[in-house]
């Protein structure tokens, strides 16, 4: 028998490619990536190297290919998209963003099969609504996302909703708001790269490393909060997702637990077994007037919808990161 297939858009990108690697590990599935793979000496198809994929489809070819396999696609788990936060260009942000995303949307309702997709904790703007992930119209009509990634994400979010009210959904779907996730296979993503990969380098070497000083006097410099997550425990919600197709909605996808950039710089230096060194320059003025300075997930409904797993501590999940990939020749998963 031929077996169905689970389709990973964005699976060359982090978080893609380590669903793609669980997925290809424990299912039975056929796992198919929908991605651009850039110049062959970027680290992007590193991401994948090891993991026995079914197919990979150019995003220009997508819905040709849906169209050629629908009888076998059981999911699309959707984490393609332009995920720079500070991104100048909006309509390119809202053509790959919410367009492709309704019109995968629309695809998967037509044809019976589910859909998983990347969402955004930019939805929440400064957090001065909180962190709840209600998903009904007017809870999101609330959100005021402070760019324009987060507009994009909150728009399909409202999207989604609004279809399913109307019994125009397909048959299982859920948005996952991520908020601060951290892990392997990011290497390809330069700014937009986690805090730790991003000092990795100056903490490998025993150098001082340098964080954004605090401009808010609530928060003292280093002490901007953030929930941070480590890859593998969205990747858990997405196959909790996939094994319980009577789950739908929009839920965080955090650990439940702010932390501060201080914390997570001293953790990097504990897992290379260093002395922390951290010093602090300006937040650059264009993001100053849109920086948070705390975000924490309330993953109260996950949980409640039956999702049982546990966060990796914050020092934990950077010790796994360090020691486990970025030390290491091949810090590919």
């Given at each position: 028998m031929?077996?169905?297939?689970?389709?990973?858009t964005g699976g060359a990108g982090f978080i893609g490619s380590n669903i793609v690697a669980r997925l290809t590990a424990e299912t039975a599935h056929d796992v198919v990536v929908c991605d651009r793979l850039g110049t062959a000496d970027l680290a992007k198809w590193k991401n994948l190297a090891k993991h026995p994929i079914a197919?990979?489809?150019?995003?220009?070819?997508?819905?040709?290919?849906?169209?050629r396999h629908a009888e076998r696609i059981e999911a699309v788990v959707h984490m393609g998209a332009v995920s720079s936060t500070t991104e100048p260009d909006a309509d390119l942000i809202l053509r790959t963003n919410f367009t492709l995303s309704r019109d995968l949307w629309d695809w998967c309702a037509i044809r019976d099969a589910r859909m998983i997709y990347a969402s955004s904790a930019a939805t929440y703007g400064d957090g001065e609504t909180g962190f709840d992930d209600?998903?009904?119209?007017?809870?999101?009509?609330?959100?005021r996302p402070l760019n324009a990634y987060g507009y994009s994400k909150m728009l399909f979010d409202q999207y989604a909703v609004r279809q399913s009210d109307r019994g125009q959904a397909p048959r299982q779907w859920a948005g996952l708001k991520f908020f601060n996730v951290y892990g392997p296979n990011e290497g390809h993503k330069g700014a937009m790269k986690s805090v730790v990969a991003q000092i990795w380098p100056k903490v490998q070497a025993g150098e001082t490393v340098t964080l954004f000083r605090s401009h808010n006097p609530n928060y003292a410099d280093g002490g901007q909060m953030r929930d941070f997550v480590y890859v593998d425990d969205v990747v858990?919600?997405?196959?909790?997702?996939?094994?319980?197709?009577?789950?739908s909605g929009v839920f965080n996808a955090g650990s439940g637990q702010a932390r501060s950039?201080?914390?997570?710089?001293?953790?990097?230096?504990?897992?290379?077994?260093k002395e922390p060194s951290i010093d602090y320059?300006?937040?650059?003025?264009?993001?100053?007037?849109?920086?948070?300075?705390?975000?924490?997930?309330?993953?109260?409904?996950?949980?409640?919808?039956?999702?049982?797993?546990?966060?990796?501590?914050l020092e934990?999940?950077?010790?796994?990161?360090?020691?486990?990939?970025?030390?290491?020749?091949?810090?590919?998963?």
């Open positions: 031929t077996p169905r297939m689970i389709v990973v197919d990979f489809w150019s995003p220009e070819a997508l819905f040709e290919q849906l169209e209600d998903d009904d119209a007017k809870s999101l009509s609330r959100l858990d919600i997405v196959e909790f997702l996939l094994q319980s197709p009577q789950v950039f201080a914390d997570l710089a001293r953790a990097t230096y504990a897992a290379a077994g320059v300006d937040t650059p003025v264009s993001i100053r007037d849109r920086y948070q300075y705390f975000t924490q997930a309330r993953m109260d409904r996950i949980r409640a919808a039956g999702f049982q797993g546990q966060s990796t501590p934990e999940g950077v010790r796994r990161y360090v020691q486990n990939f970025l030390s290491t020749a091949d810090p590919y998963r």
